[in-house]
């Protein structure tokens, strides 16, 4: 049974950083690209940051280039989001979401404020 399990959210202050985990079983992470998507108060669901199959090739929206780094542990059957000078804008429910199989994780909630 494919199952994706989503930890490491939390409240930061801008500036800060957390980084994101997403458990994954019942499939190999790494025989899949696979995304992180976030959805903001009011806002549409939208994809964060890609990791691929081929070369471990990465894509990241413009508002977190440089910011956020997308990687995954072969050996922990993991993936995970690096979230760097995280900004309010960033506040959301974030997502695993695994991209051949259309299936999702039930999201961890990072909320940015002072």
């Known amino acids: 049974q494919v199952q994706l399990v989503e930890s490491g959210g939390g409240l930061v202050q801008p500036g800060g950083s957390l980084r994101l985990s997403c458990a994954a079983s019942g499939f190999t992470v790494s025989a899949y690209a696979m995304s992180w998507y976030r959805q903001g108060p009011g806002k549409e669901r939208e994809m964060v940051a890609t990791?691929?199959?081929?070369?471990?090739?990465?894509y990241y929206a413009d508002s977190v280039k440089g910011r956020f780094t997308i990687s995954r542990d072969n050996a922990k059957n993991a993936l995970y989001l690096q979230m760097n000078s995280l900004k309010p804008e960033d506040t959301a429910r974030y997502y695993c979401?695994?991209?051949?199989?259309?299936?999702w994780g039930q999201g961890t909630q990072v909320t940015v404020s002072s």
């Open positions: 990791i691929r199959t081929a070369g471990d090739r990465t």
């Open positions: 979401y695994v991209i051949a199989r259309n299936f």
